[in-house]
């Protein structure tokens, strides 16, 4: 069993005894995604400790999608819940890269890749070098948004 899924359940049994009703309901949301992931699909499989982060990347984005949907929709109590449950679940993932550490990978992954004259046309090859350096530590559309800005 991967050690961050043995982590989760045990902060589950933590917040339950210390009351803390945020981070029990987002951990127990956290481990019915991961029981989700684990049997979806023909067969089950245990996942490991990188798919699990792949798991919380996700629950987290829709968490922040979900906060800007409630403050656009003028529900700023639903907003609140969903940033708090979004903070709970950056405590489980890997430290999130600045913006100018991100620069640096796509700027060396068009360098790998030649693609500095290509323009546009050359977003897949550099998003495909630059995606597993990043997986879990930076937002998609933030790494997106670098690589369209470098290659023009």
């Known amino acids: 069993m991967s050690s961050l899924k043995d982590r989760l359940r045990a902060d589950l049994t933590a917040a339950i005894k210390g009351r803390d009703e945020v981070r ?22 245990e996942l490991t400790d990188d798919d699990i982060v792949g798991v919380l990347s996700s629950e987290a984005k ?6 800007v949907a409630f403050e656009d929709g003028n529900r700023p109590e639903m907003a609140a819940k969903e940033r708090a449950e979004a903070e709970v679940l950056a405590d489980y993932l890997p430290q999130q890269l600045s913006v100018e550490e991100i620069a640096e990978i796509v700027t060396a992954a068009v360098a790998q890749v030649g693609a500095a004259g290509e323009g546009m046309r050359a977003m897949g090859k550099v998003m495909g070098v630059v995606q597993p350096q990043v997986k879990g530590r930076a937002d998609g559309a933030a790494v997106a948004a670098e690589v369209r800005r470098q290659l023009g």
Do not use: P
């Not at 829709?62 to 906060?67: T, V």
């Open 24 to 45: 029990s309901s987002t951990l127990r949301m956290v481990l019915t995604a991961v029981t989700n992931a684990e049997v979806a699909g023909k067969e089950a499989k």
């Open 62 to 67: 829709k968490r922040r999608e979900a906060a």
